[in-house]
DNA sequence: TTCATTTTTTAACTTAAGTGAATGAACAAA
DNA sequence: TTTGTTCATTCACTTAAGTTAAAAAATGAA
């Protein structure tokens, strides 16, 4: 099981045997029931996680409305926030499906750290890159139509719709679900997909 | 000048003499006229930008057309992307007024982390910290209309309006300068503002 | 299976952004 | 000053999303 973990470590960095090991000892990783809200808004972040099977969506409420921030799955491995030594979650975290995650904690990072200087790097670059997805995100969607954004969504993340359901992935897209089952209606009608 | 610089750290964490006397020897501090384009899409990436005194904007450009994706001013002193060793520029950023930034460099960085561990923390501290907040303004961004955004852009950054061409201020809350004009006129006629 | 709940679709109507075109204002260069 | 350019506003028209409401379909639990 933790292979997902190395394999996701690995893509930025090698690890030694010696770091395998210490990663196993952890012992990080949970399984959790469909629905099950791992992470509530305003509770101090744990640390990040990483999805190894299933299906974890963040959203935030406002006027007692869901909004989907996020939808972290095998392909888009990673997730919500790490957050400074005691900031608080601004979204809330839940199970779209029985999930498999590791799931991270403080003390345990910082020791973690502190054995594993090189670690600090690997989280560097990992935010970084975050960050830098996150701005392109922003900057395709700002310059996208609603249904451009649901096309995009379709092509890179295919299947996401077929696990999620729909009125969340309307609000993910910044929509209200009536728009979205418009949206397709038309979409299917010119073939455009 | 470099006291802006040492302010900004400071905020994450206390410098030492000895630190600082690195920073002003690492000799970042630059001028650069209105217009000046710092960066290309596609440029190897330098490293950061502070802004010191000044505005800085970056862009992409999709069809022709300039698609405004950020202000950094001395209010919102940070800076695009950080950015892989070897990674490439997605956007542009140039110059709105006369501006002193510091700029980086790939070396440098590399020099100066190696002689001071403790800023690699400090970049992960700054990076973690980019990421929560570009979350947050892409889901707030996501859940308002365009008129609402303005309202916002008015109050978090009030001043920018006078710095910045309309027209850019309109690609940056994603809509056509017709539809901002039409906007401002509608809040000046309601009292919203 | 049945019943209740949630999710998705459809429809009529309202509202506001996009489009294309024209005008006026501000600004810089010759 | 004149000229050309960029920028902001306005207008008429088109398009699509929001809103409210209702019905149909899917889902889950008793």
Same mark, same amino acid.
């Given at each position: 099981?933790?292979? +997902?973990?190395?394999?996701?470590? $690995?893509?930025?960095?090698?690890?030694?045997?010696? %770091?395998?090991?210490? !990663? @196993?000892?952890?012992?990080?990783?949970?399984?959790?029931k469909k629905g099950t809200i791992l992470v509530k808004?305003?509770?101090?972040?744990?640390?990040?996680?990483?999805?190894?099977?299933?299906?974890?969506?963040? +959203?935030?409420?406002?006027?007692? $409305?869901?909004?989907?921030?996020?939808?972290?799955? %095998?392909?888009?491995? !990673? @997730?919500?926030?790490?957050?400074?030594?005691?900031?608080?979650?601004?979204?809330?975290?839940?199970?779209?499906?029985?999930?498999?995650?590791?799931?991270?904690?403080?003390?345990?990072?910082?020791?973690?750290?502190?054995?594993?200087?090189?670690? $600090?790097?690997?989280?560097?670059?990992?935010?970084?890159?975050?960050?830098?997805?996150?701005?392109?995100?922003?900057?395709?969607?700002?310059?996208?139509?609603?249904?451009?954004?649901?096309l995009d969504l379709l092509k890179n993340r295919p299947?996401?719709?077929?696990?999620?359901?729909?009125?969340?992935?309307?609000?993910?897209?910044?929509?209200?679900?009536?728009?979205?089952?418009?949206?397709?209606?038309?979409?299917?009608?010119?073939?455009?997909?």
């Amino acid at each position: 099981m933790e292979n +997902y973990l190395f394999d996701f470590i $690995e893509q930025y960095m090698p690890l030694t045997e010696e %770091e395998k090991k210490a !990663i @196993v000892d952890l012992d990080i990783i949970r399984s959790f029931k469909k629905g099950t809200i791992l992470v509530k808004e305003g509770d101090i972040i744990k640390g990040g996680y990483l999805v190894i099977k299933g299906c974890l969506r963040s +959203y935030c409420i406002v006027d007692g $409305e869901e909004k989907t921030t996020g939808f972290y799955t %095998e392909t888009v491995p !990673i @997730v919500p926030v790490f957050g400074a030594d005691d900031s608080r979650a601004a979204h809330f975290v839940s199970c779209v499906e029985d999930s498999i995650v590791t799931v991270g904690n403080p003390d345990m990072e910082k020791e973690t750290m502190e054995k594993f200087p090189r670690f $600090e790097k690997l989280c560097l670059i990992i935010s970084e890159q975050l960050l830098e997805k996150n701005l392109a995100s922003f900057a395709d969607f700002k310059n996208s139509t609603p249904e451009q954004r649901y096309l995009d969504l379709l092509k890179n993340r295919p299947g996401l719709l077929q696990r999620v359901p729909q009125h969340q992935i309307a609000s993910y897209l910044g929509i209200k679900p009536q728009s979205l089952s418009r949206i397709r209606k038309r979409v299917a009608q010119n073939g455009t997909v």
